[in-house]
């Protein structure tokens, strides 16, 4: 990359883009800054703006949400299942047709987000997309690598979006994003979104855009890490069965259907109650093991979100999950050694409780 000096949309960028649609199946891959720009490019490519709703999770990290909002639209959250913690479908169709009948919003996209790494339930929220005909926008910014019966994520609905945030399975050495979609006029508008709003030549500008490219030194780094991507995918499933075979006894773990795969971007577990979620995060931390909790608020308590009148109760399945999850230690090179310590610290605070 040095050598050739184009650090802007270098070969490179086209190189990877190219490697991850082979390998989501997507006919499609556009990169781009972040995983953030990924979501809000993708809003953008369909003309969403104020008086638009599009219905998502409170569990999530803000980015999904605040793009809609960032763009005048509203978002509409909808509780999540208590056993894989993704969007509950069964109220997702109900929080659609309560938004139909009011008729102050346009229901227009569904974002569902594939938490924690493991894909939501596609099947159903692509019959619900097509019944109330909603653009549907994968966040698969935790779960590349991911899949239900094989087919990867990325790759359901219309459009998929990803991270390559250091800290995702497939992460980067800084920020960048990537988009999936079949749809070669999106793909265009989303080529064209990403670099102002560009047209035919560079200073013709047909739409509003942004400065959402990749940079080429990333586009490198994640050639090089596609590499050995599957077989720390690999790892990652290895570790994560082992935590599940030692804590499902004592912890409630994120629960992954039949047929469907995580991309175990991160290792939750469900304490009793917040009590013992900060007996168990103290005692491992006190042997130098760190844990984090995601996410301890829901969105629809975020200040951020005041304007859209949420409270306390509104969502009660993701407010009691916020506020007994924490998630352990989750990479491709963790030790049997480490996991066993892990798993015992974490039993004998089960016991410390009782
Ligand atoms: C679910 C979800 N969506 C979107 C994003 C945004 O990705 P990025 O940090 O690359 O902008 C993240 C990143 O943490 C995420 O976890």
């Not at 949309?9 to 997507?26: D, H, K, M, S, W």
């Not at 229901?107 to 097509?130: C, Q, S, T, W």
């Not at 019944?131 to 998929?160: P, T, Y």
């Amino acid at each position: 990359m040095l050598n050739h000096g184009q650090y802007i949309q270098g070969p490179e960028v086209f190189e990877l883009e190219a490697e991850l649609a082979a390998y989501t199946g997507r006919k499609h891959c556009i990169s781009c800054a972040s995983g953030t720009d990924a979501l809000l490019m993708s809003l953008l490519a369909q003309g969403i703006s104020y008086g638009d709703a599009i219905f998502t999770t409170p569990f999530t990290f803000i980015a999904t949400a605040e793009v809609i909002q960032l763009l005048g639209a509203t978002p509409i959250f909808v509780d999540i299942r208590d056993d894989t913690f993704n969007i509950d479908t069964s109220k997702l169709e109900i929080a659609i047709d309560k938004c139909q009948s009011n008729a102050t919003l346009i229901p227009r996209a569904i974002i569902p987000v594939d938490i924690f790494g493991l894909p939501a339930h596609y099947k159903m929220i692509e019959e619900i997309g097509e019944k109330f005909n909603l653009c549907i926008i994968e966040d698969a910014a935790q779960s590349f690598g991911g899949e239900i019966k094989n087919k990867k994520a990325c790759s359901f609905g219309d459009i998929g979006t990803t991270s390559f945030f250091p800290a995702k399975p497939l992460g980067g050495y800084g920020d960048g994003g990537a988009i999936f979609t079949n749809d070669s006029e999106v793909a265009e508008k989303l080529i064209s979104i990403r670099n102002h709003g560009q047209g035919k030549s560079k200073y013709n500008n047909i739409r509003i855009g942004i400065n959402g490219r990749l940079d080429t030194i990333q586009a490198s780094i994640l050639l090089e890490k596609m590499k050995i991507f599957p077989e720390e995918l690999r790892q990652r499933i290895v570790i994560a069965k082992k935590y599940s075979q030692n804590l499902n006894q004592y912890f409630k773990c994120q629960h992954v259907p039949e047929g469907y795969g995580s991309a175990w971007a991160q290792y939750s577990v469900l304490a009793a109650s917040t009590k013992e979620r900060s007996i168990c995060m103290e005692k491992l931390k006190d042997s130098g093991i760190p844990t984090v909790i995601y996410y301890p608020k829901p969105l629809h308590l975020q200040g951020a979100f005041s304007d859209l009148n949420y409270s306390t109760g509104d969502f009660p399945v993701a407010e009691s999950i916020s506020q007994r999850i924490f998630s352990l230690p989750m990479h491709p090179y963790l030790s049997d050694a480490s996991i066993s310590e892990i798993c015992d610290i974490l039993i004998s605070c089960k016991e410390l409780v009782q």
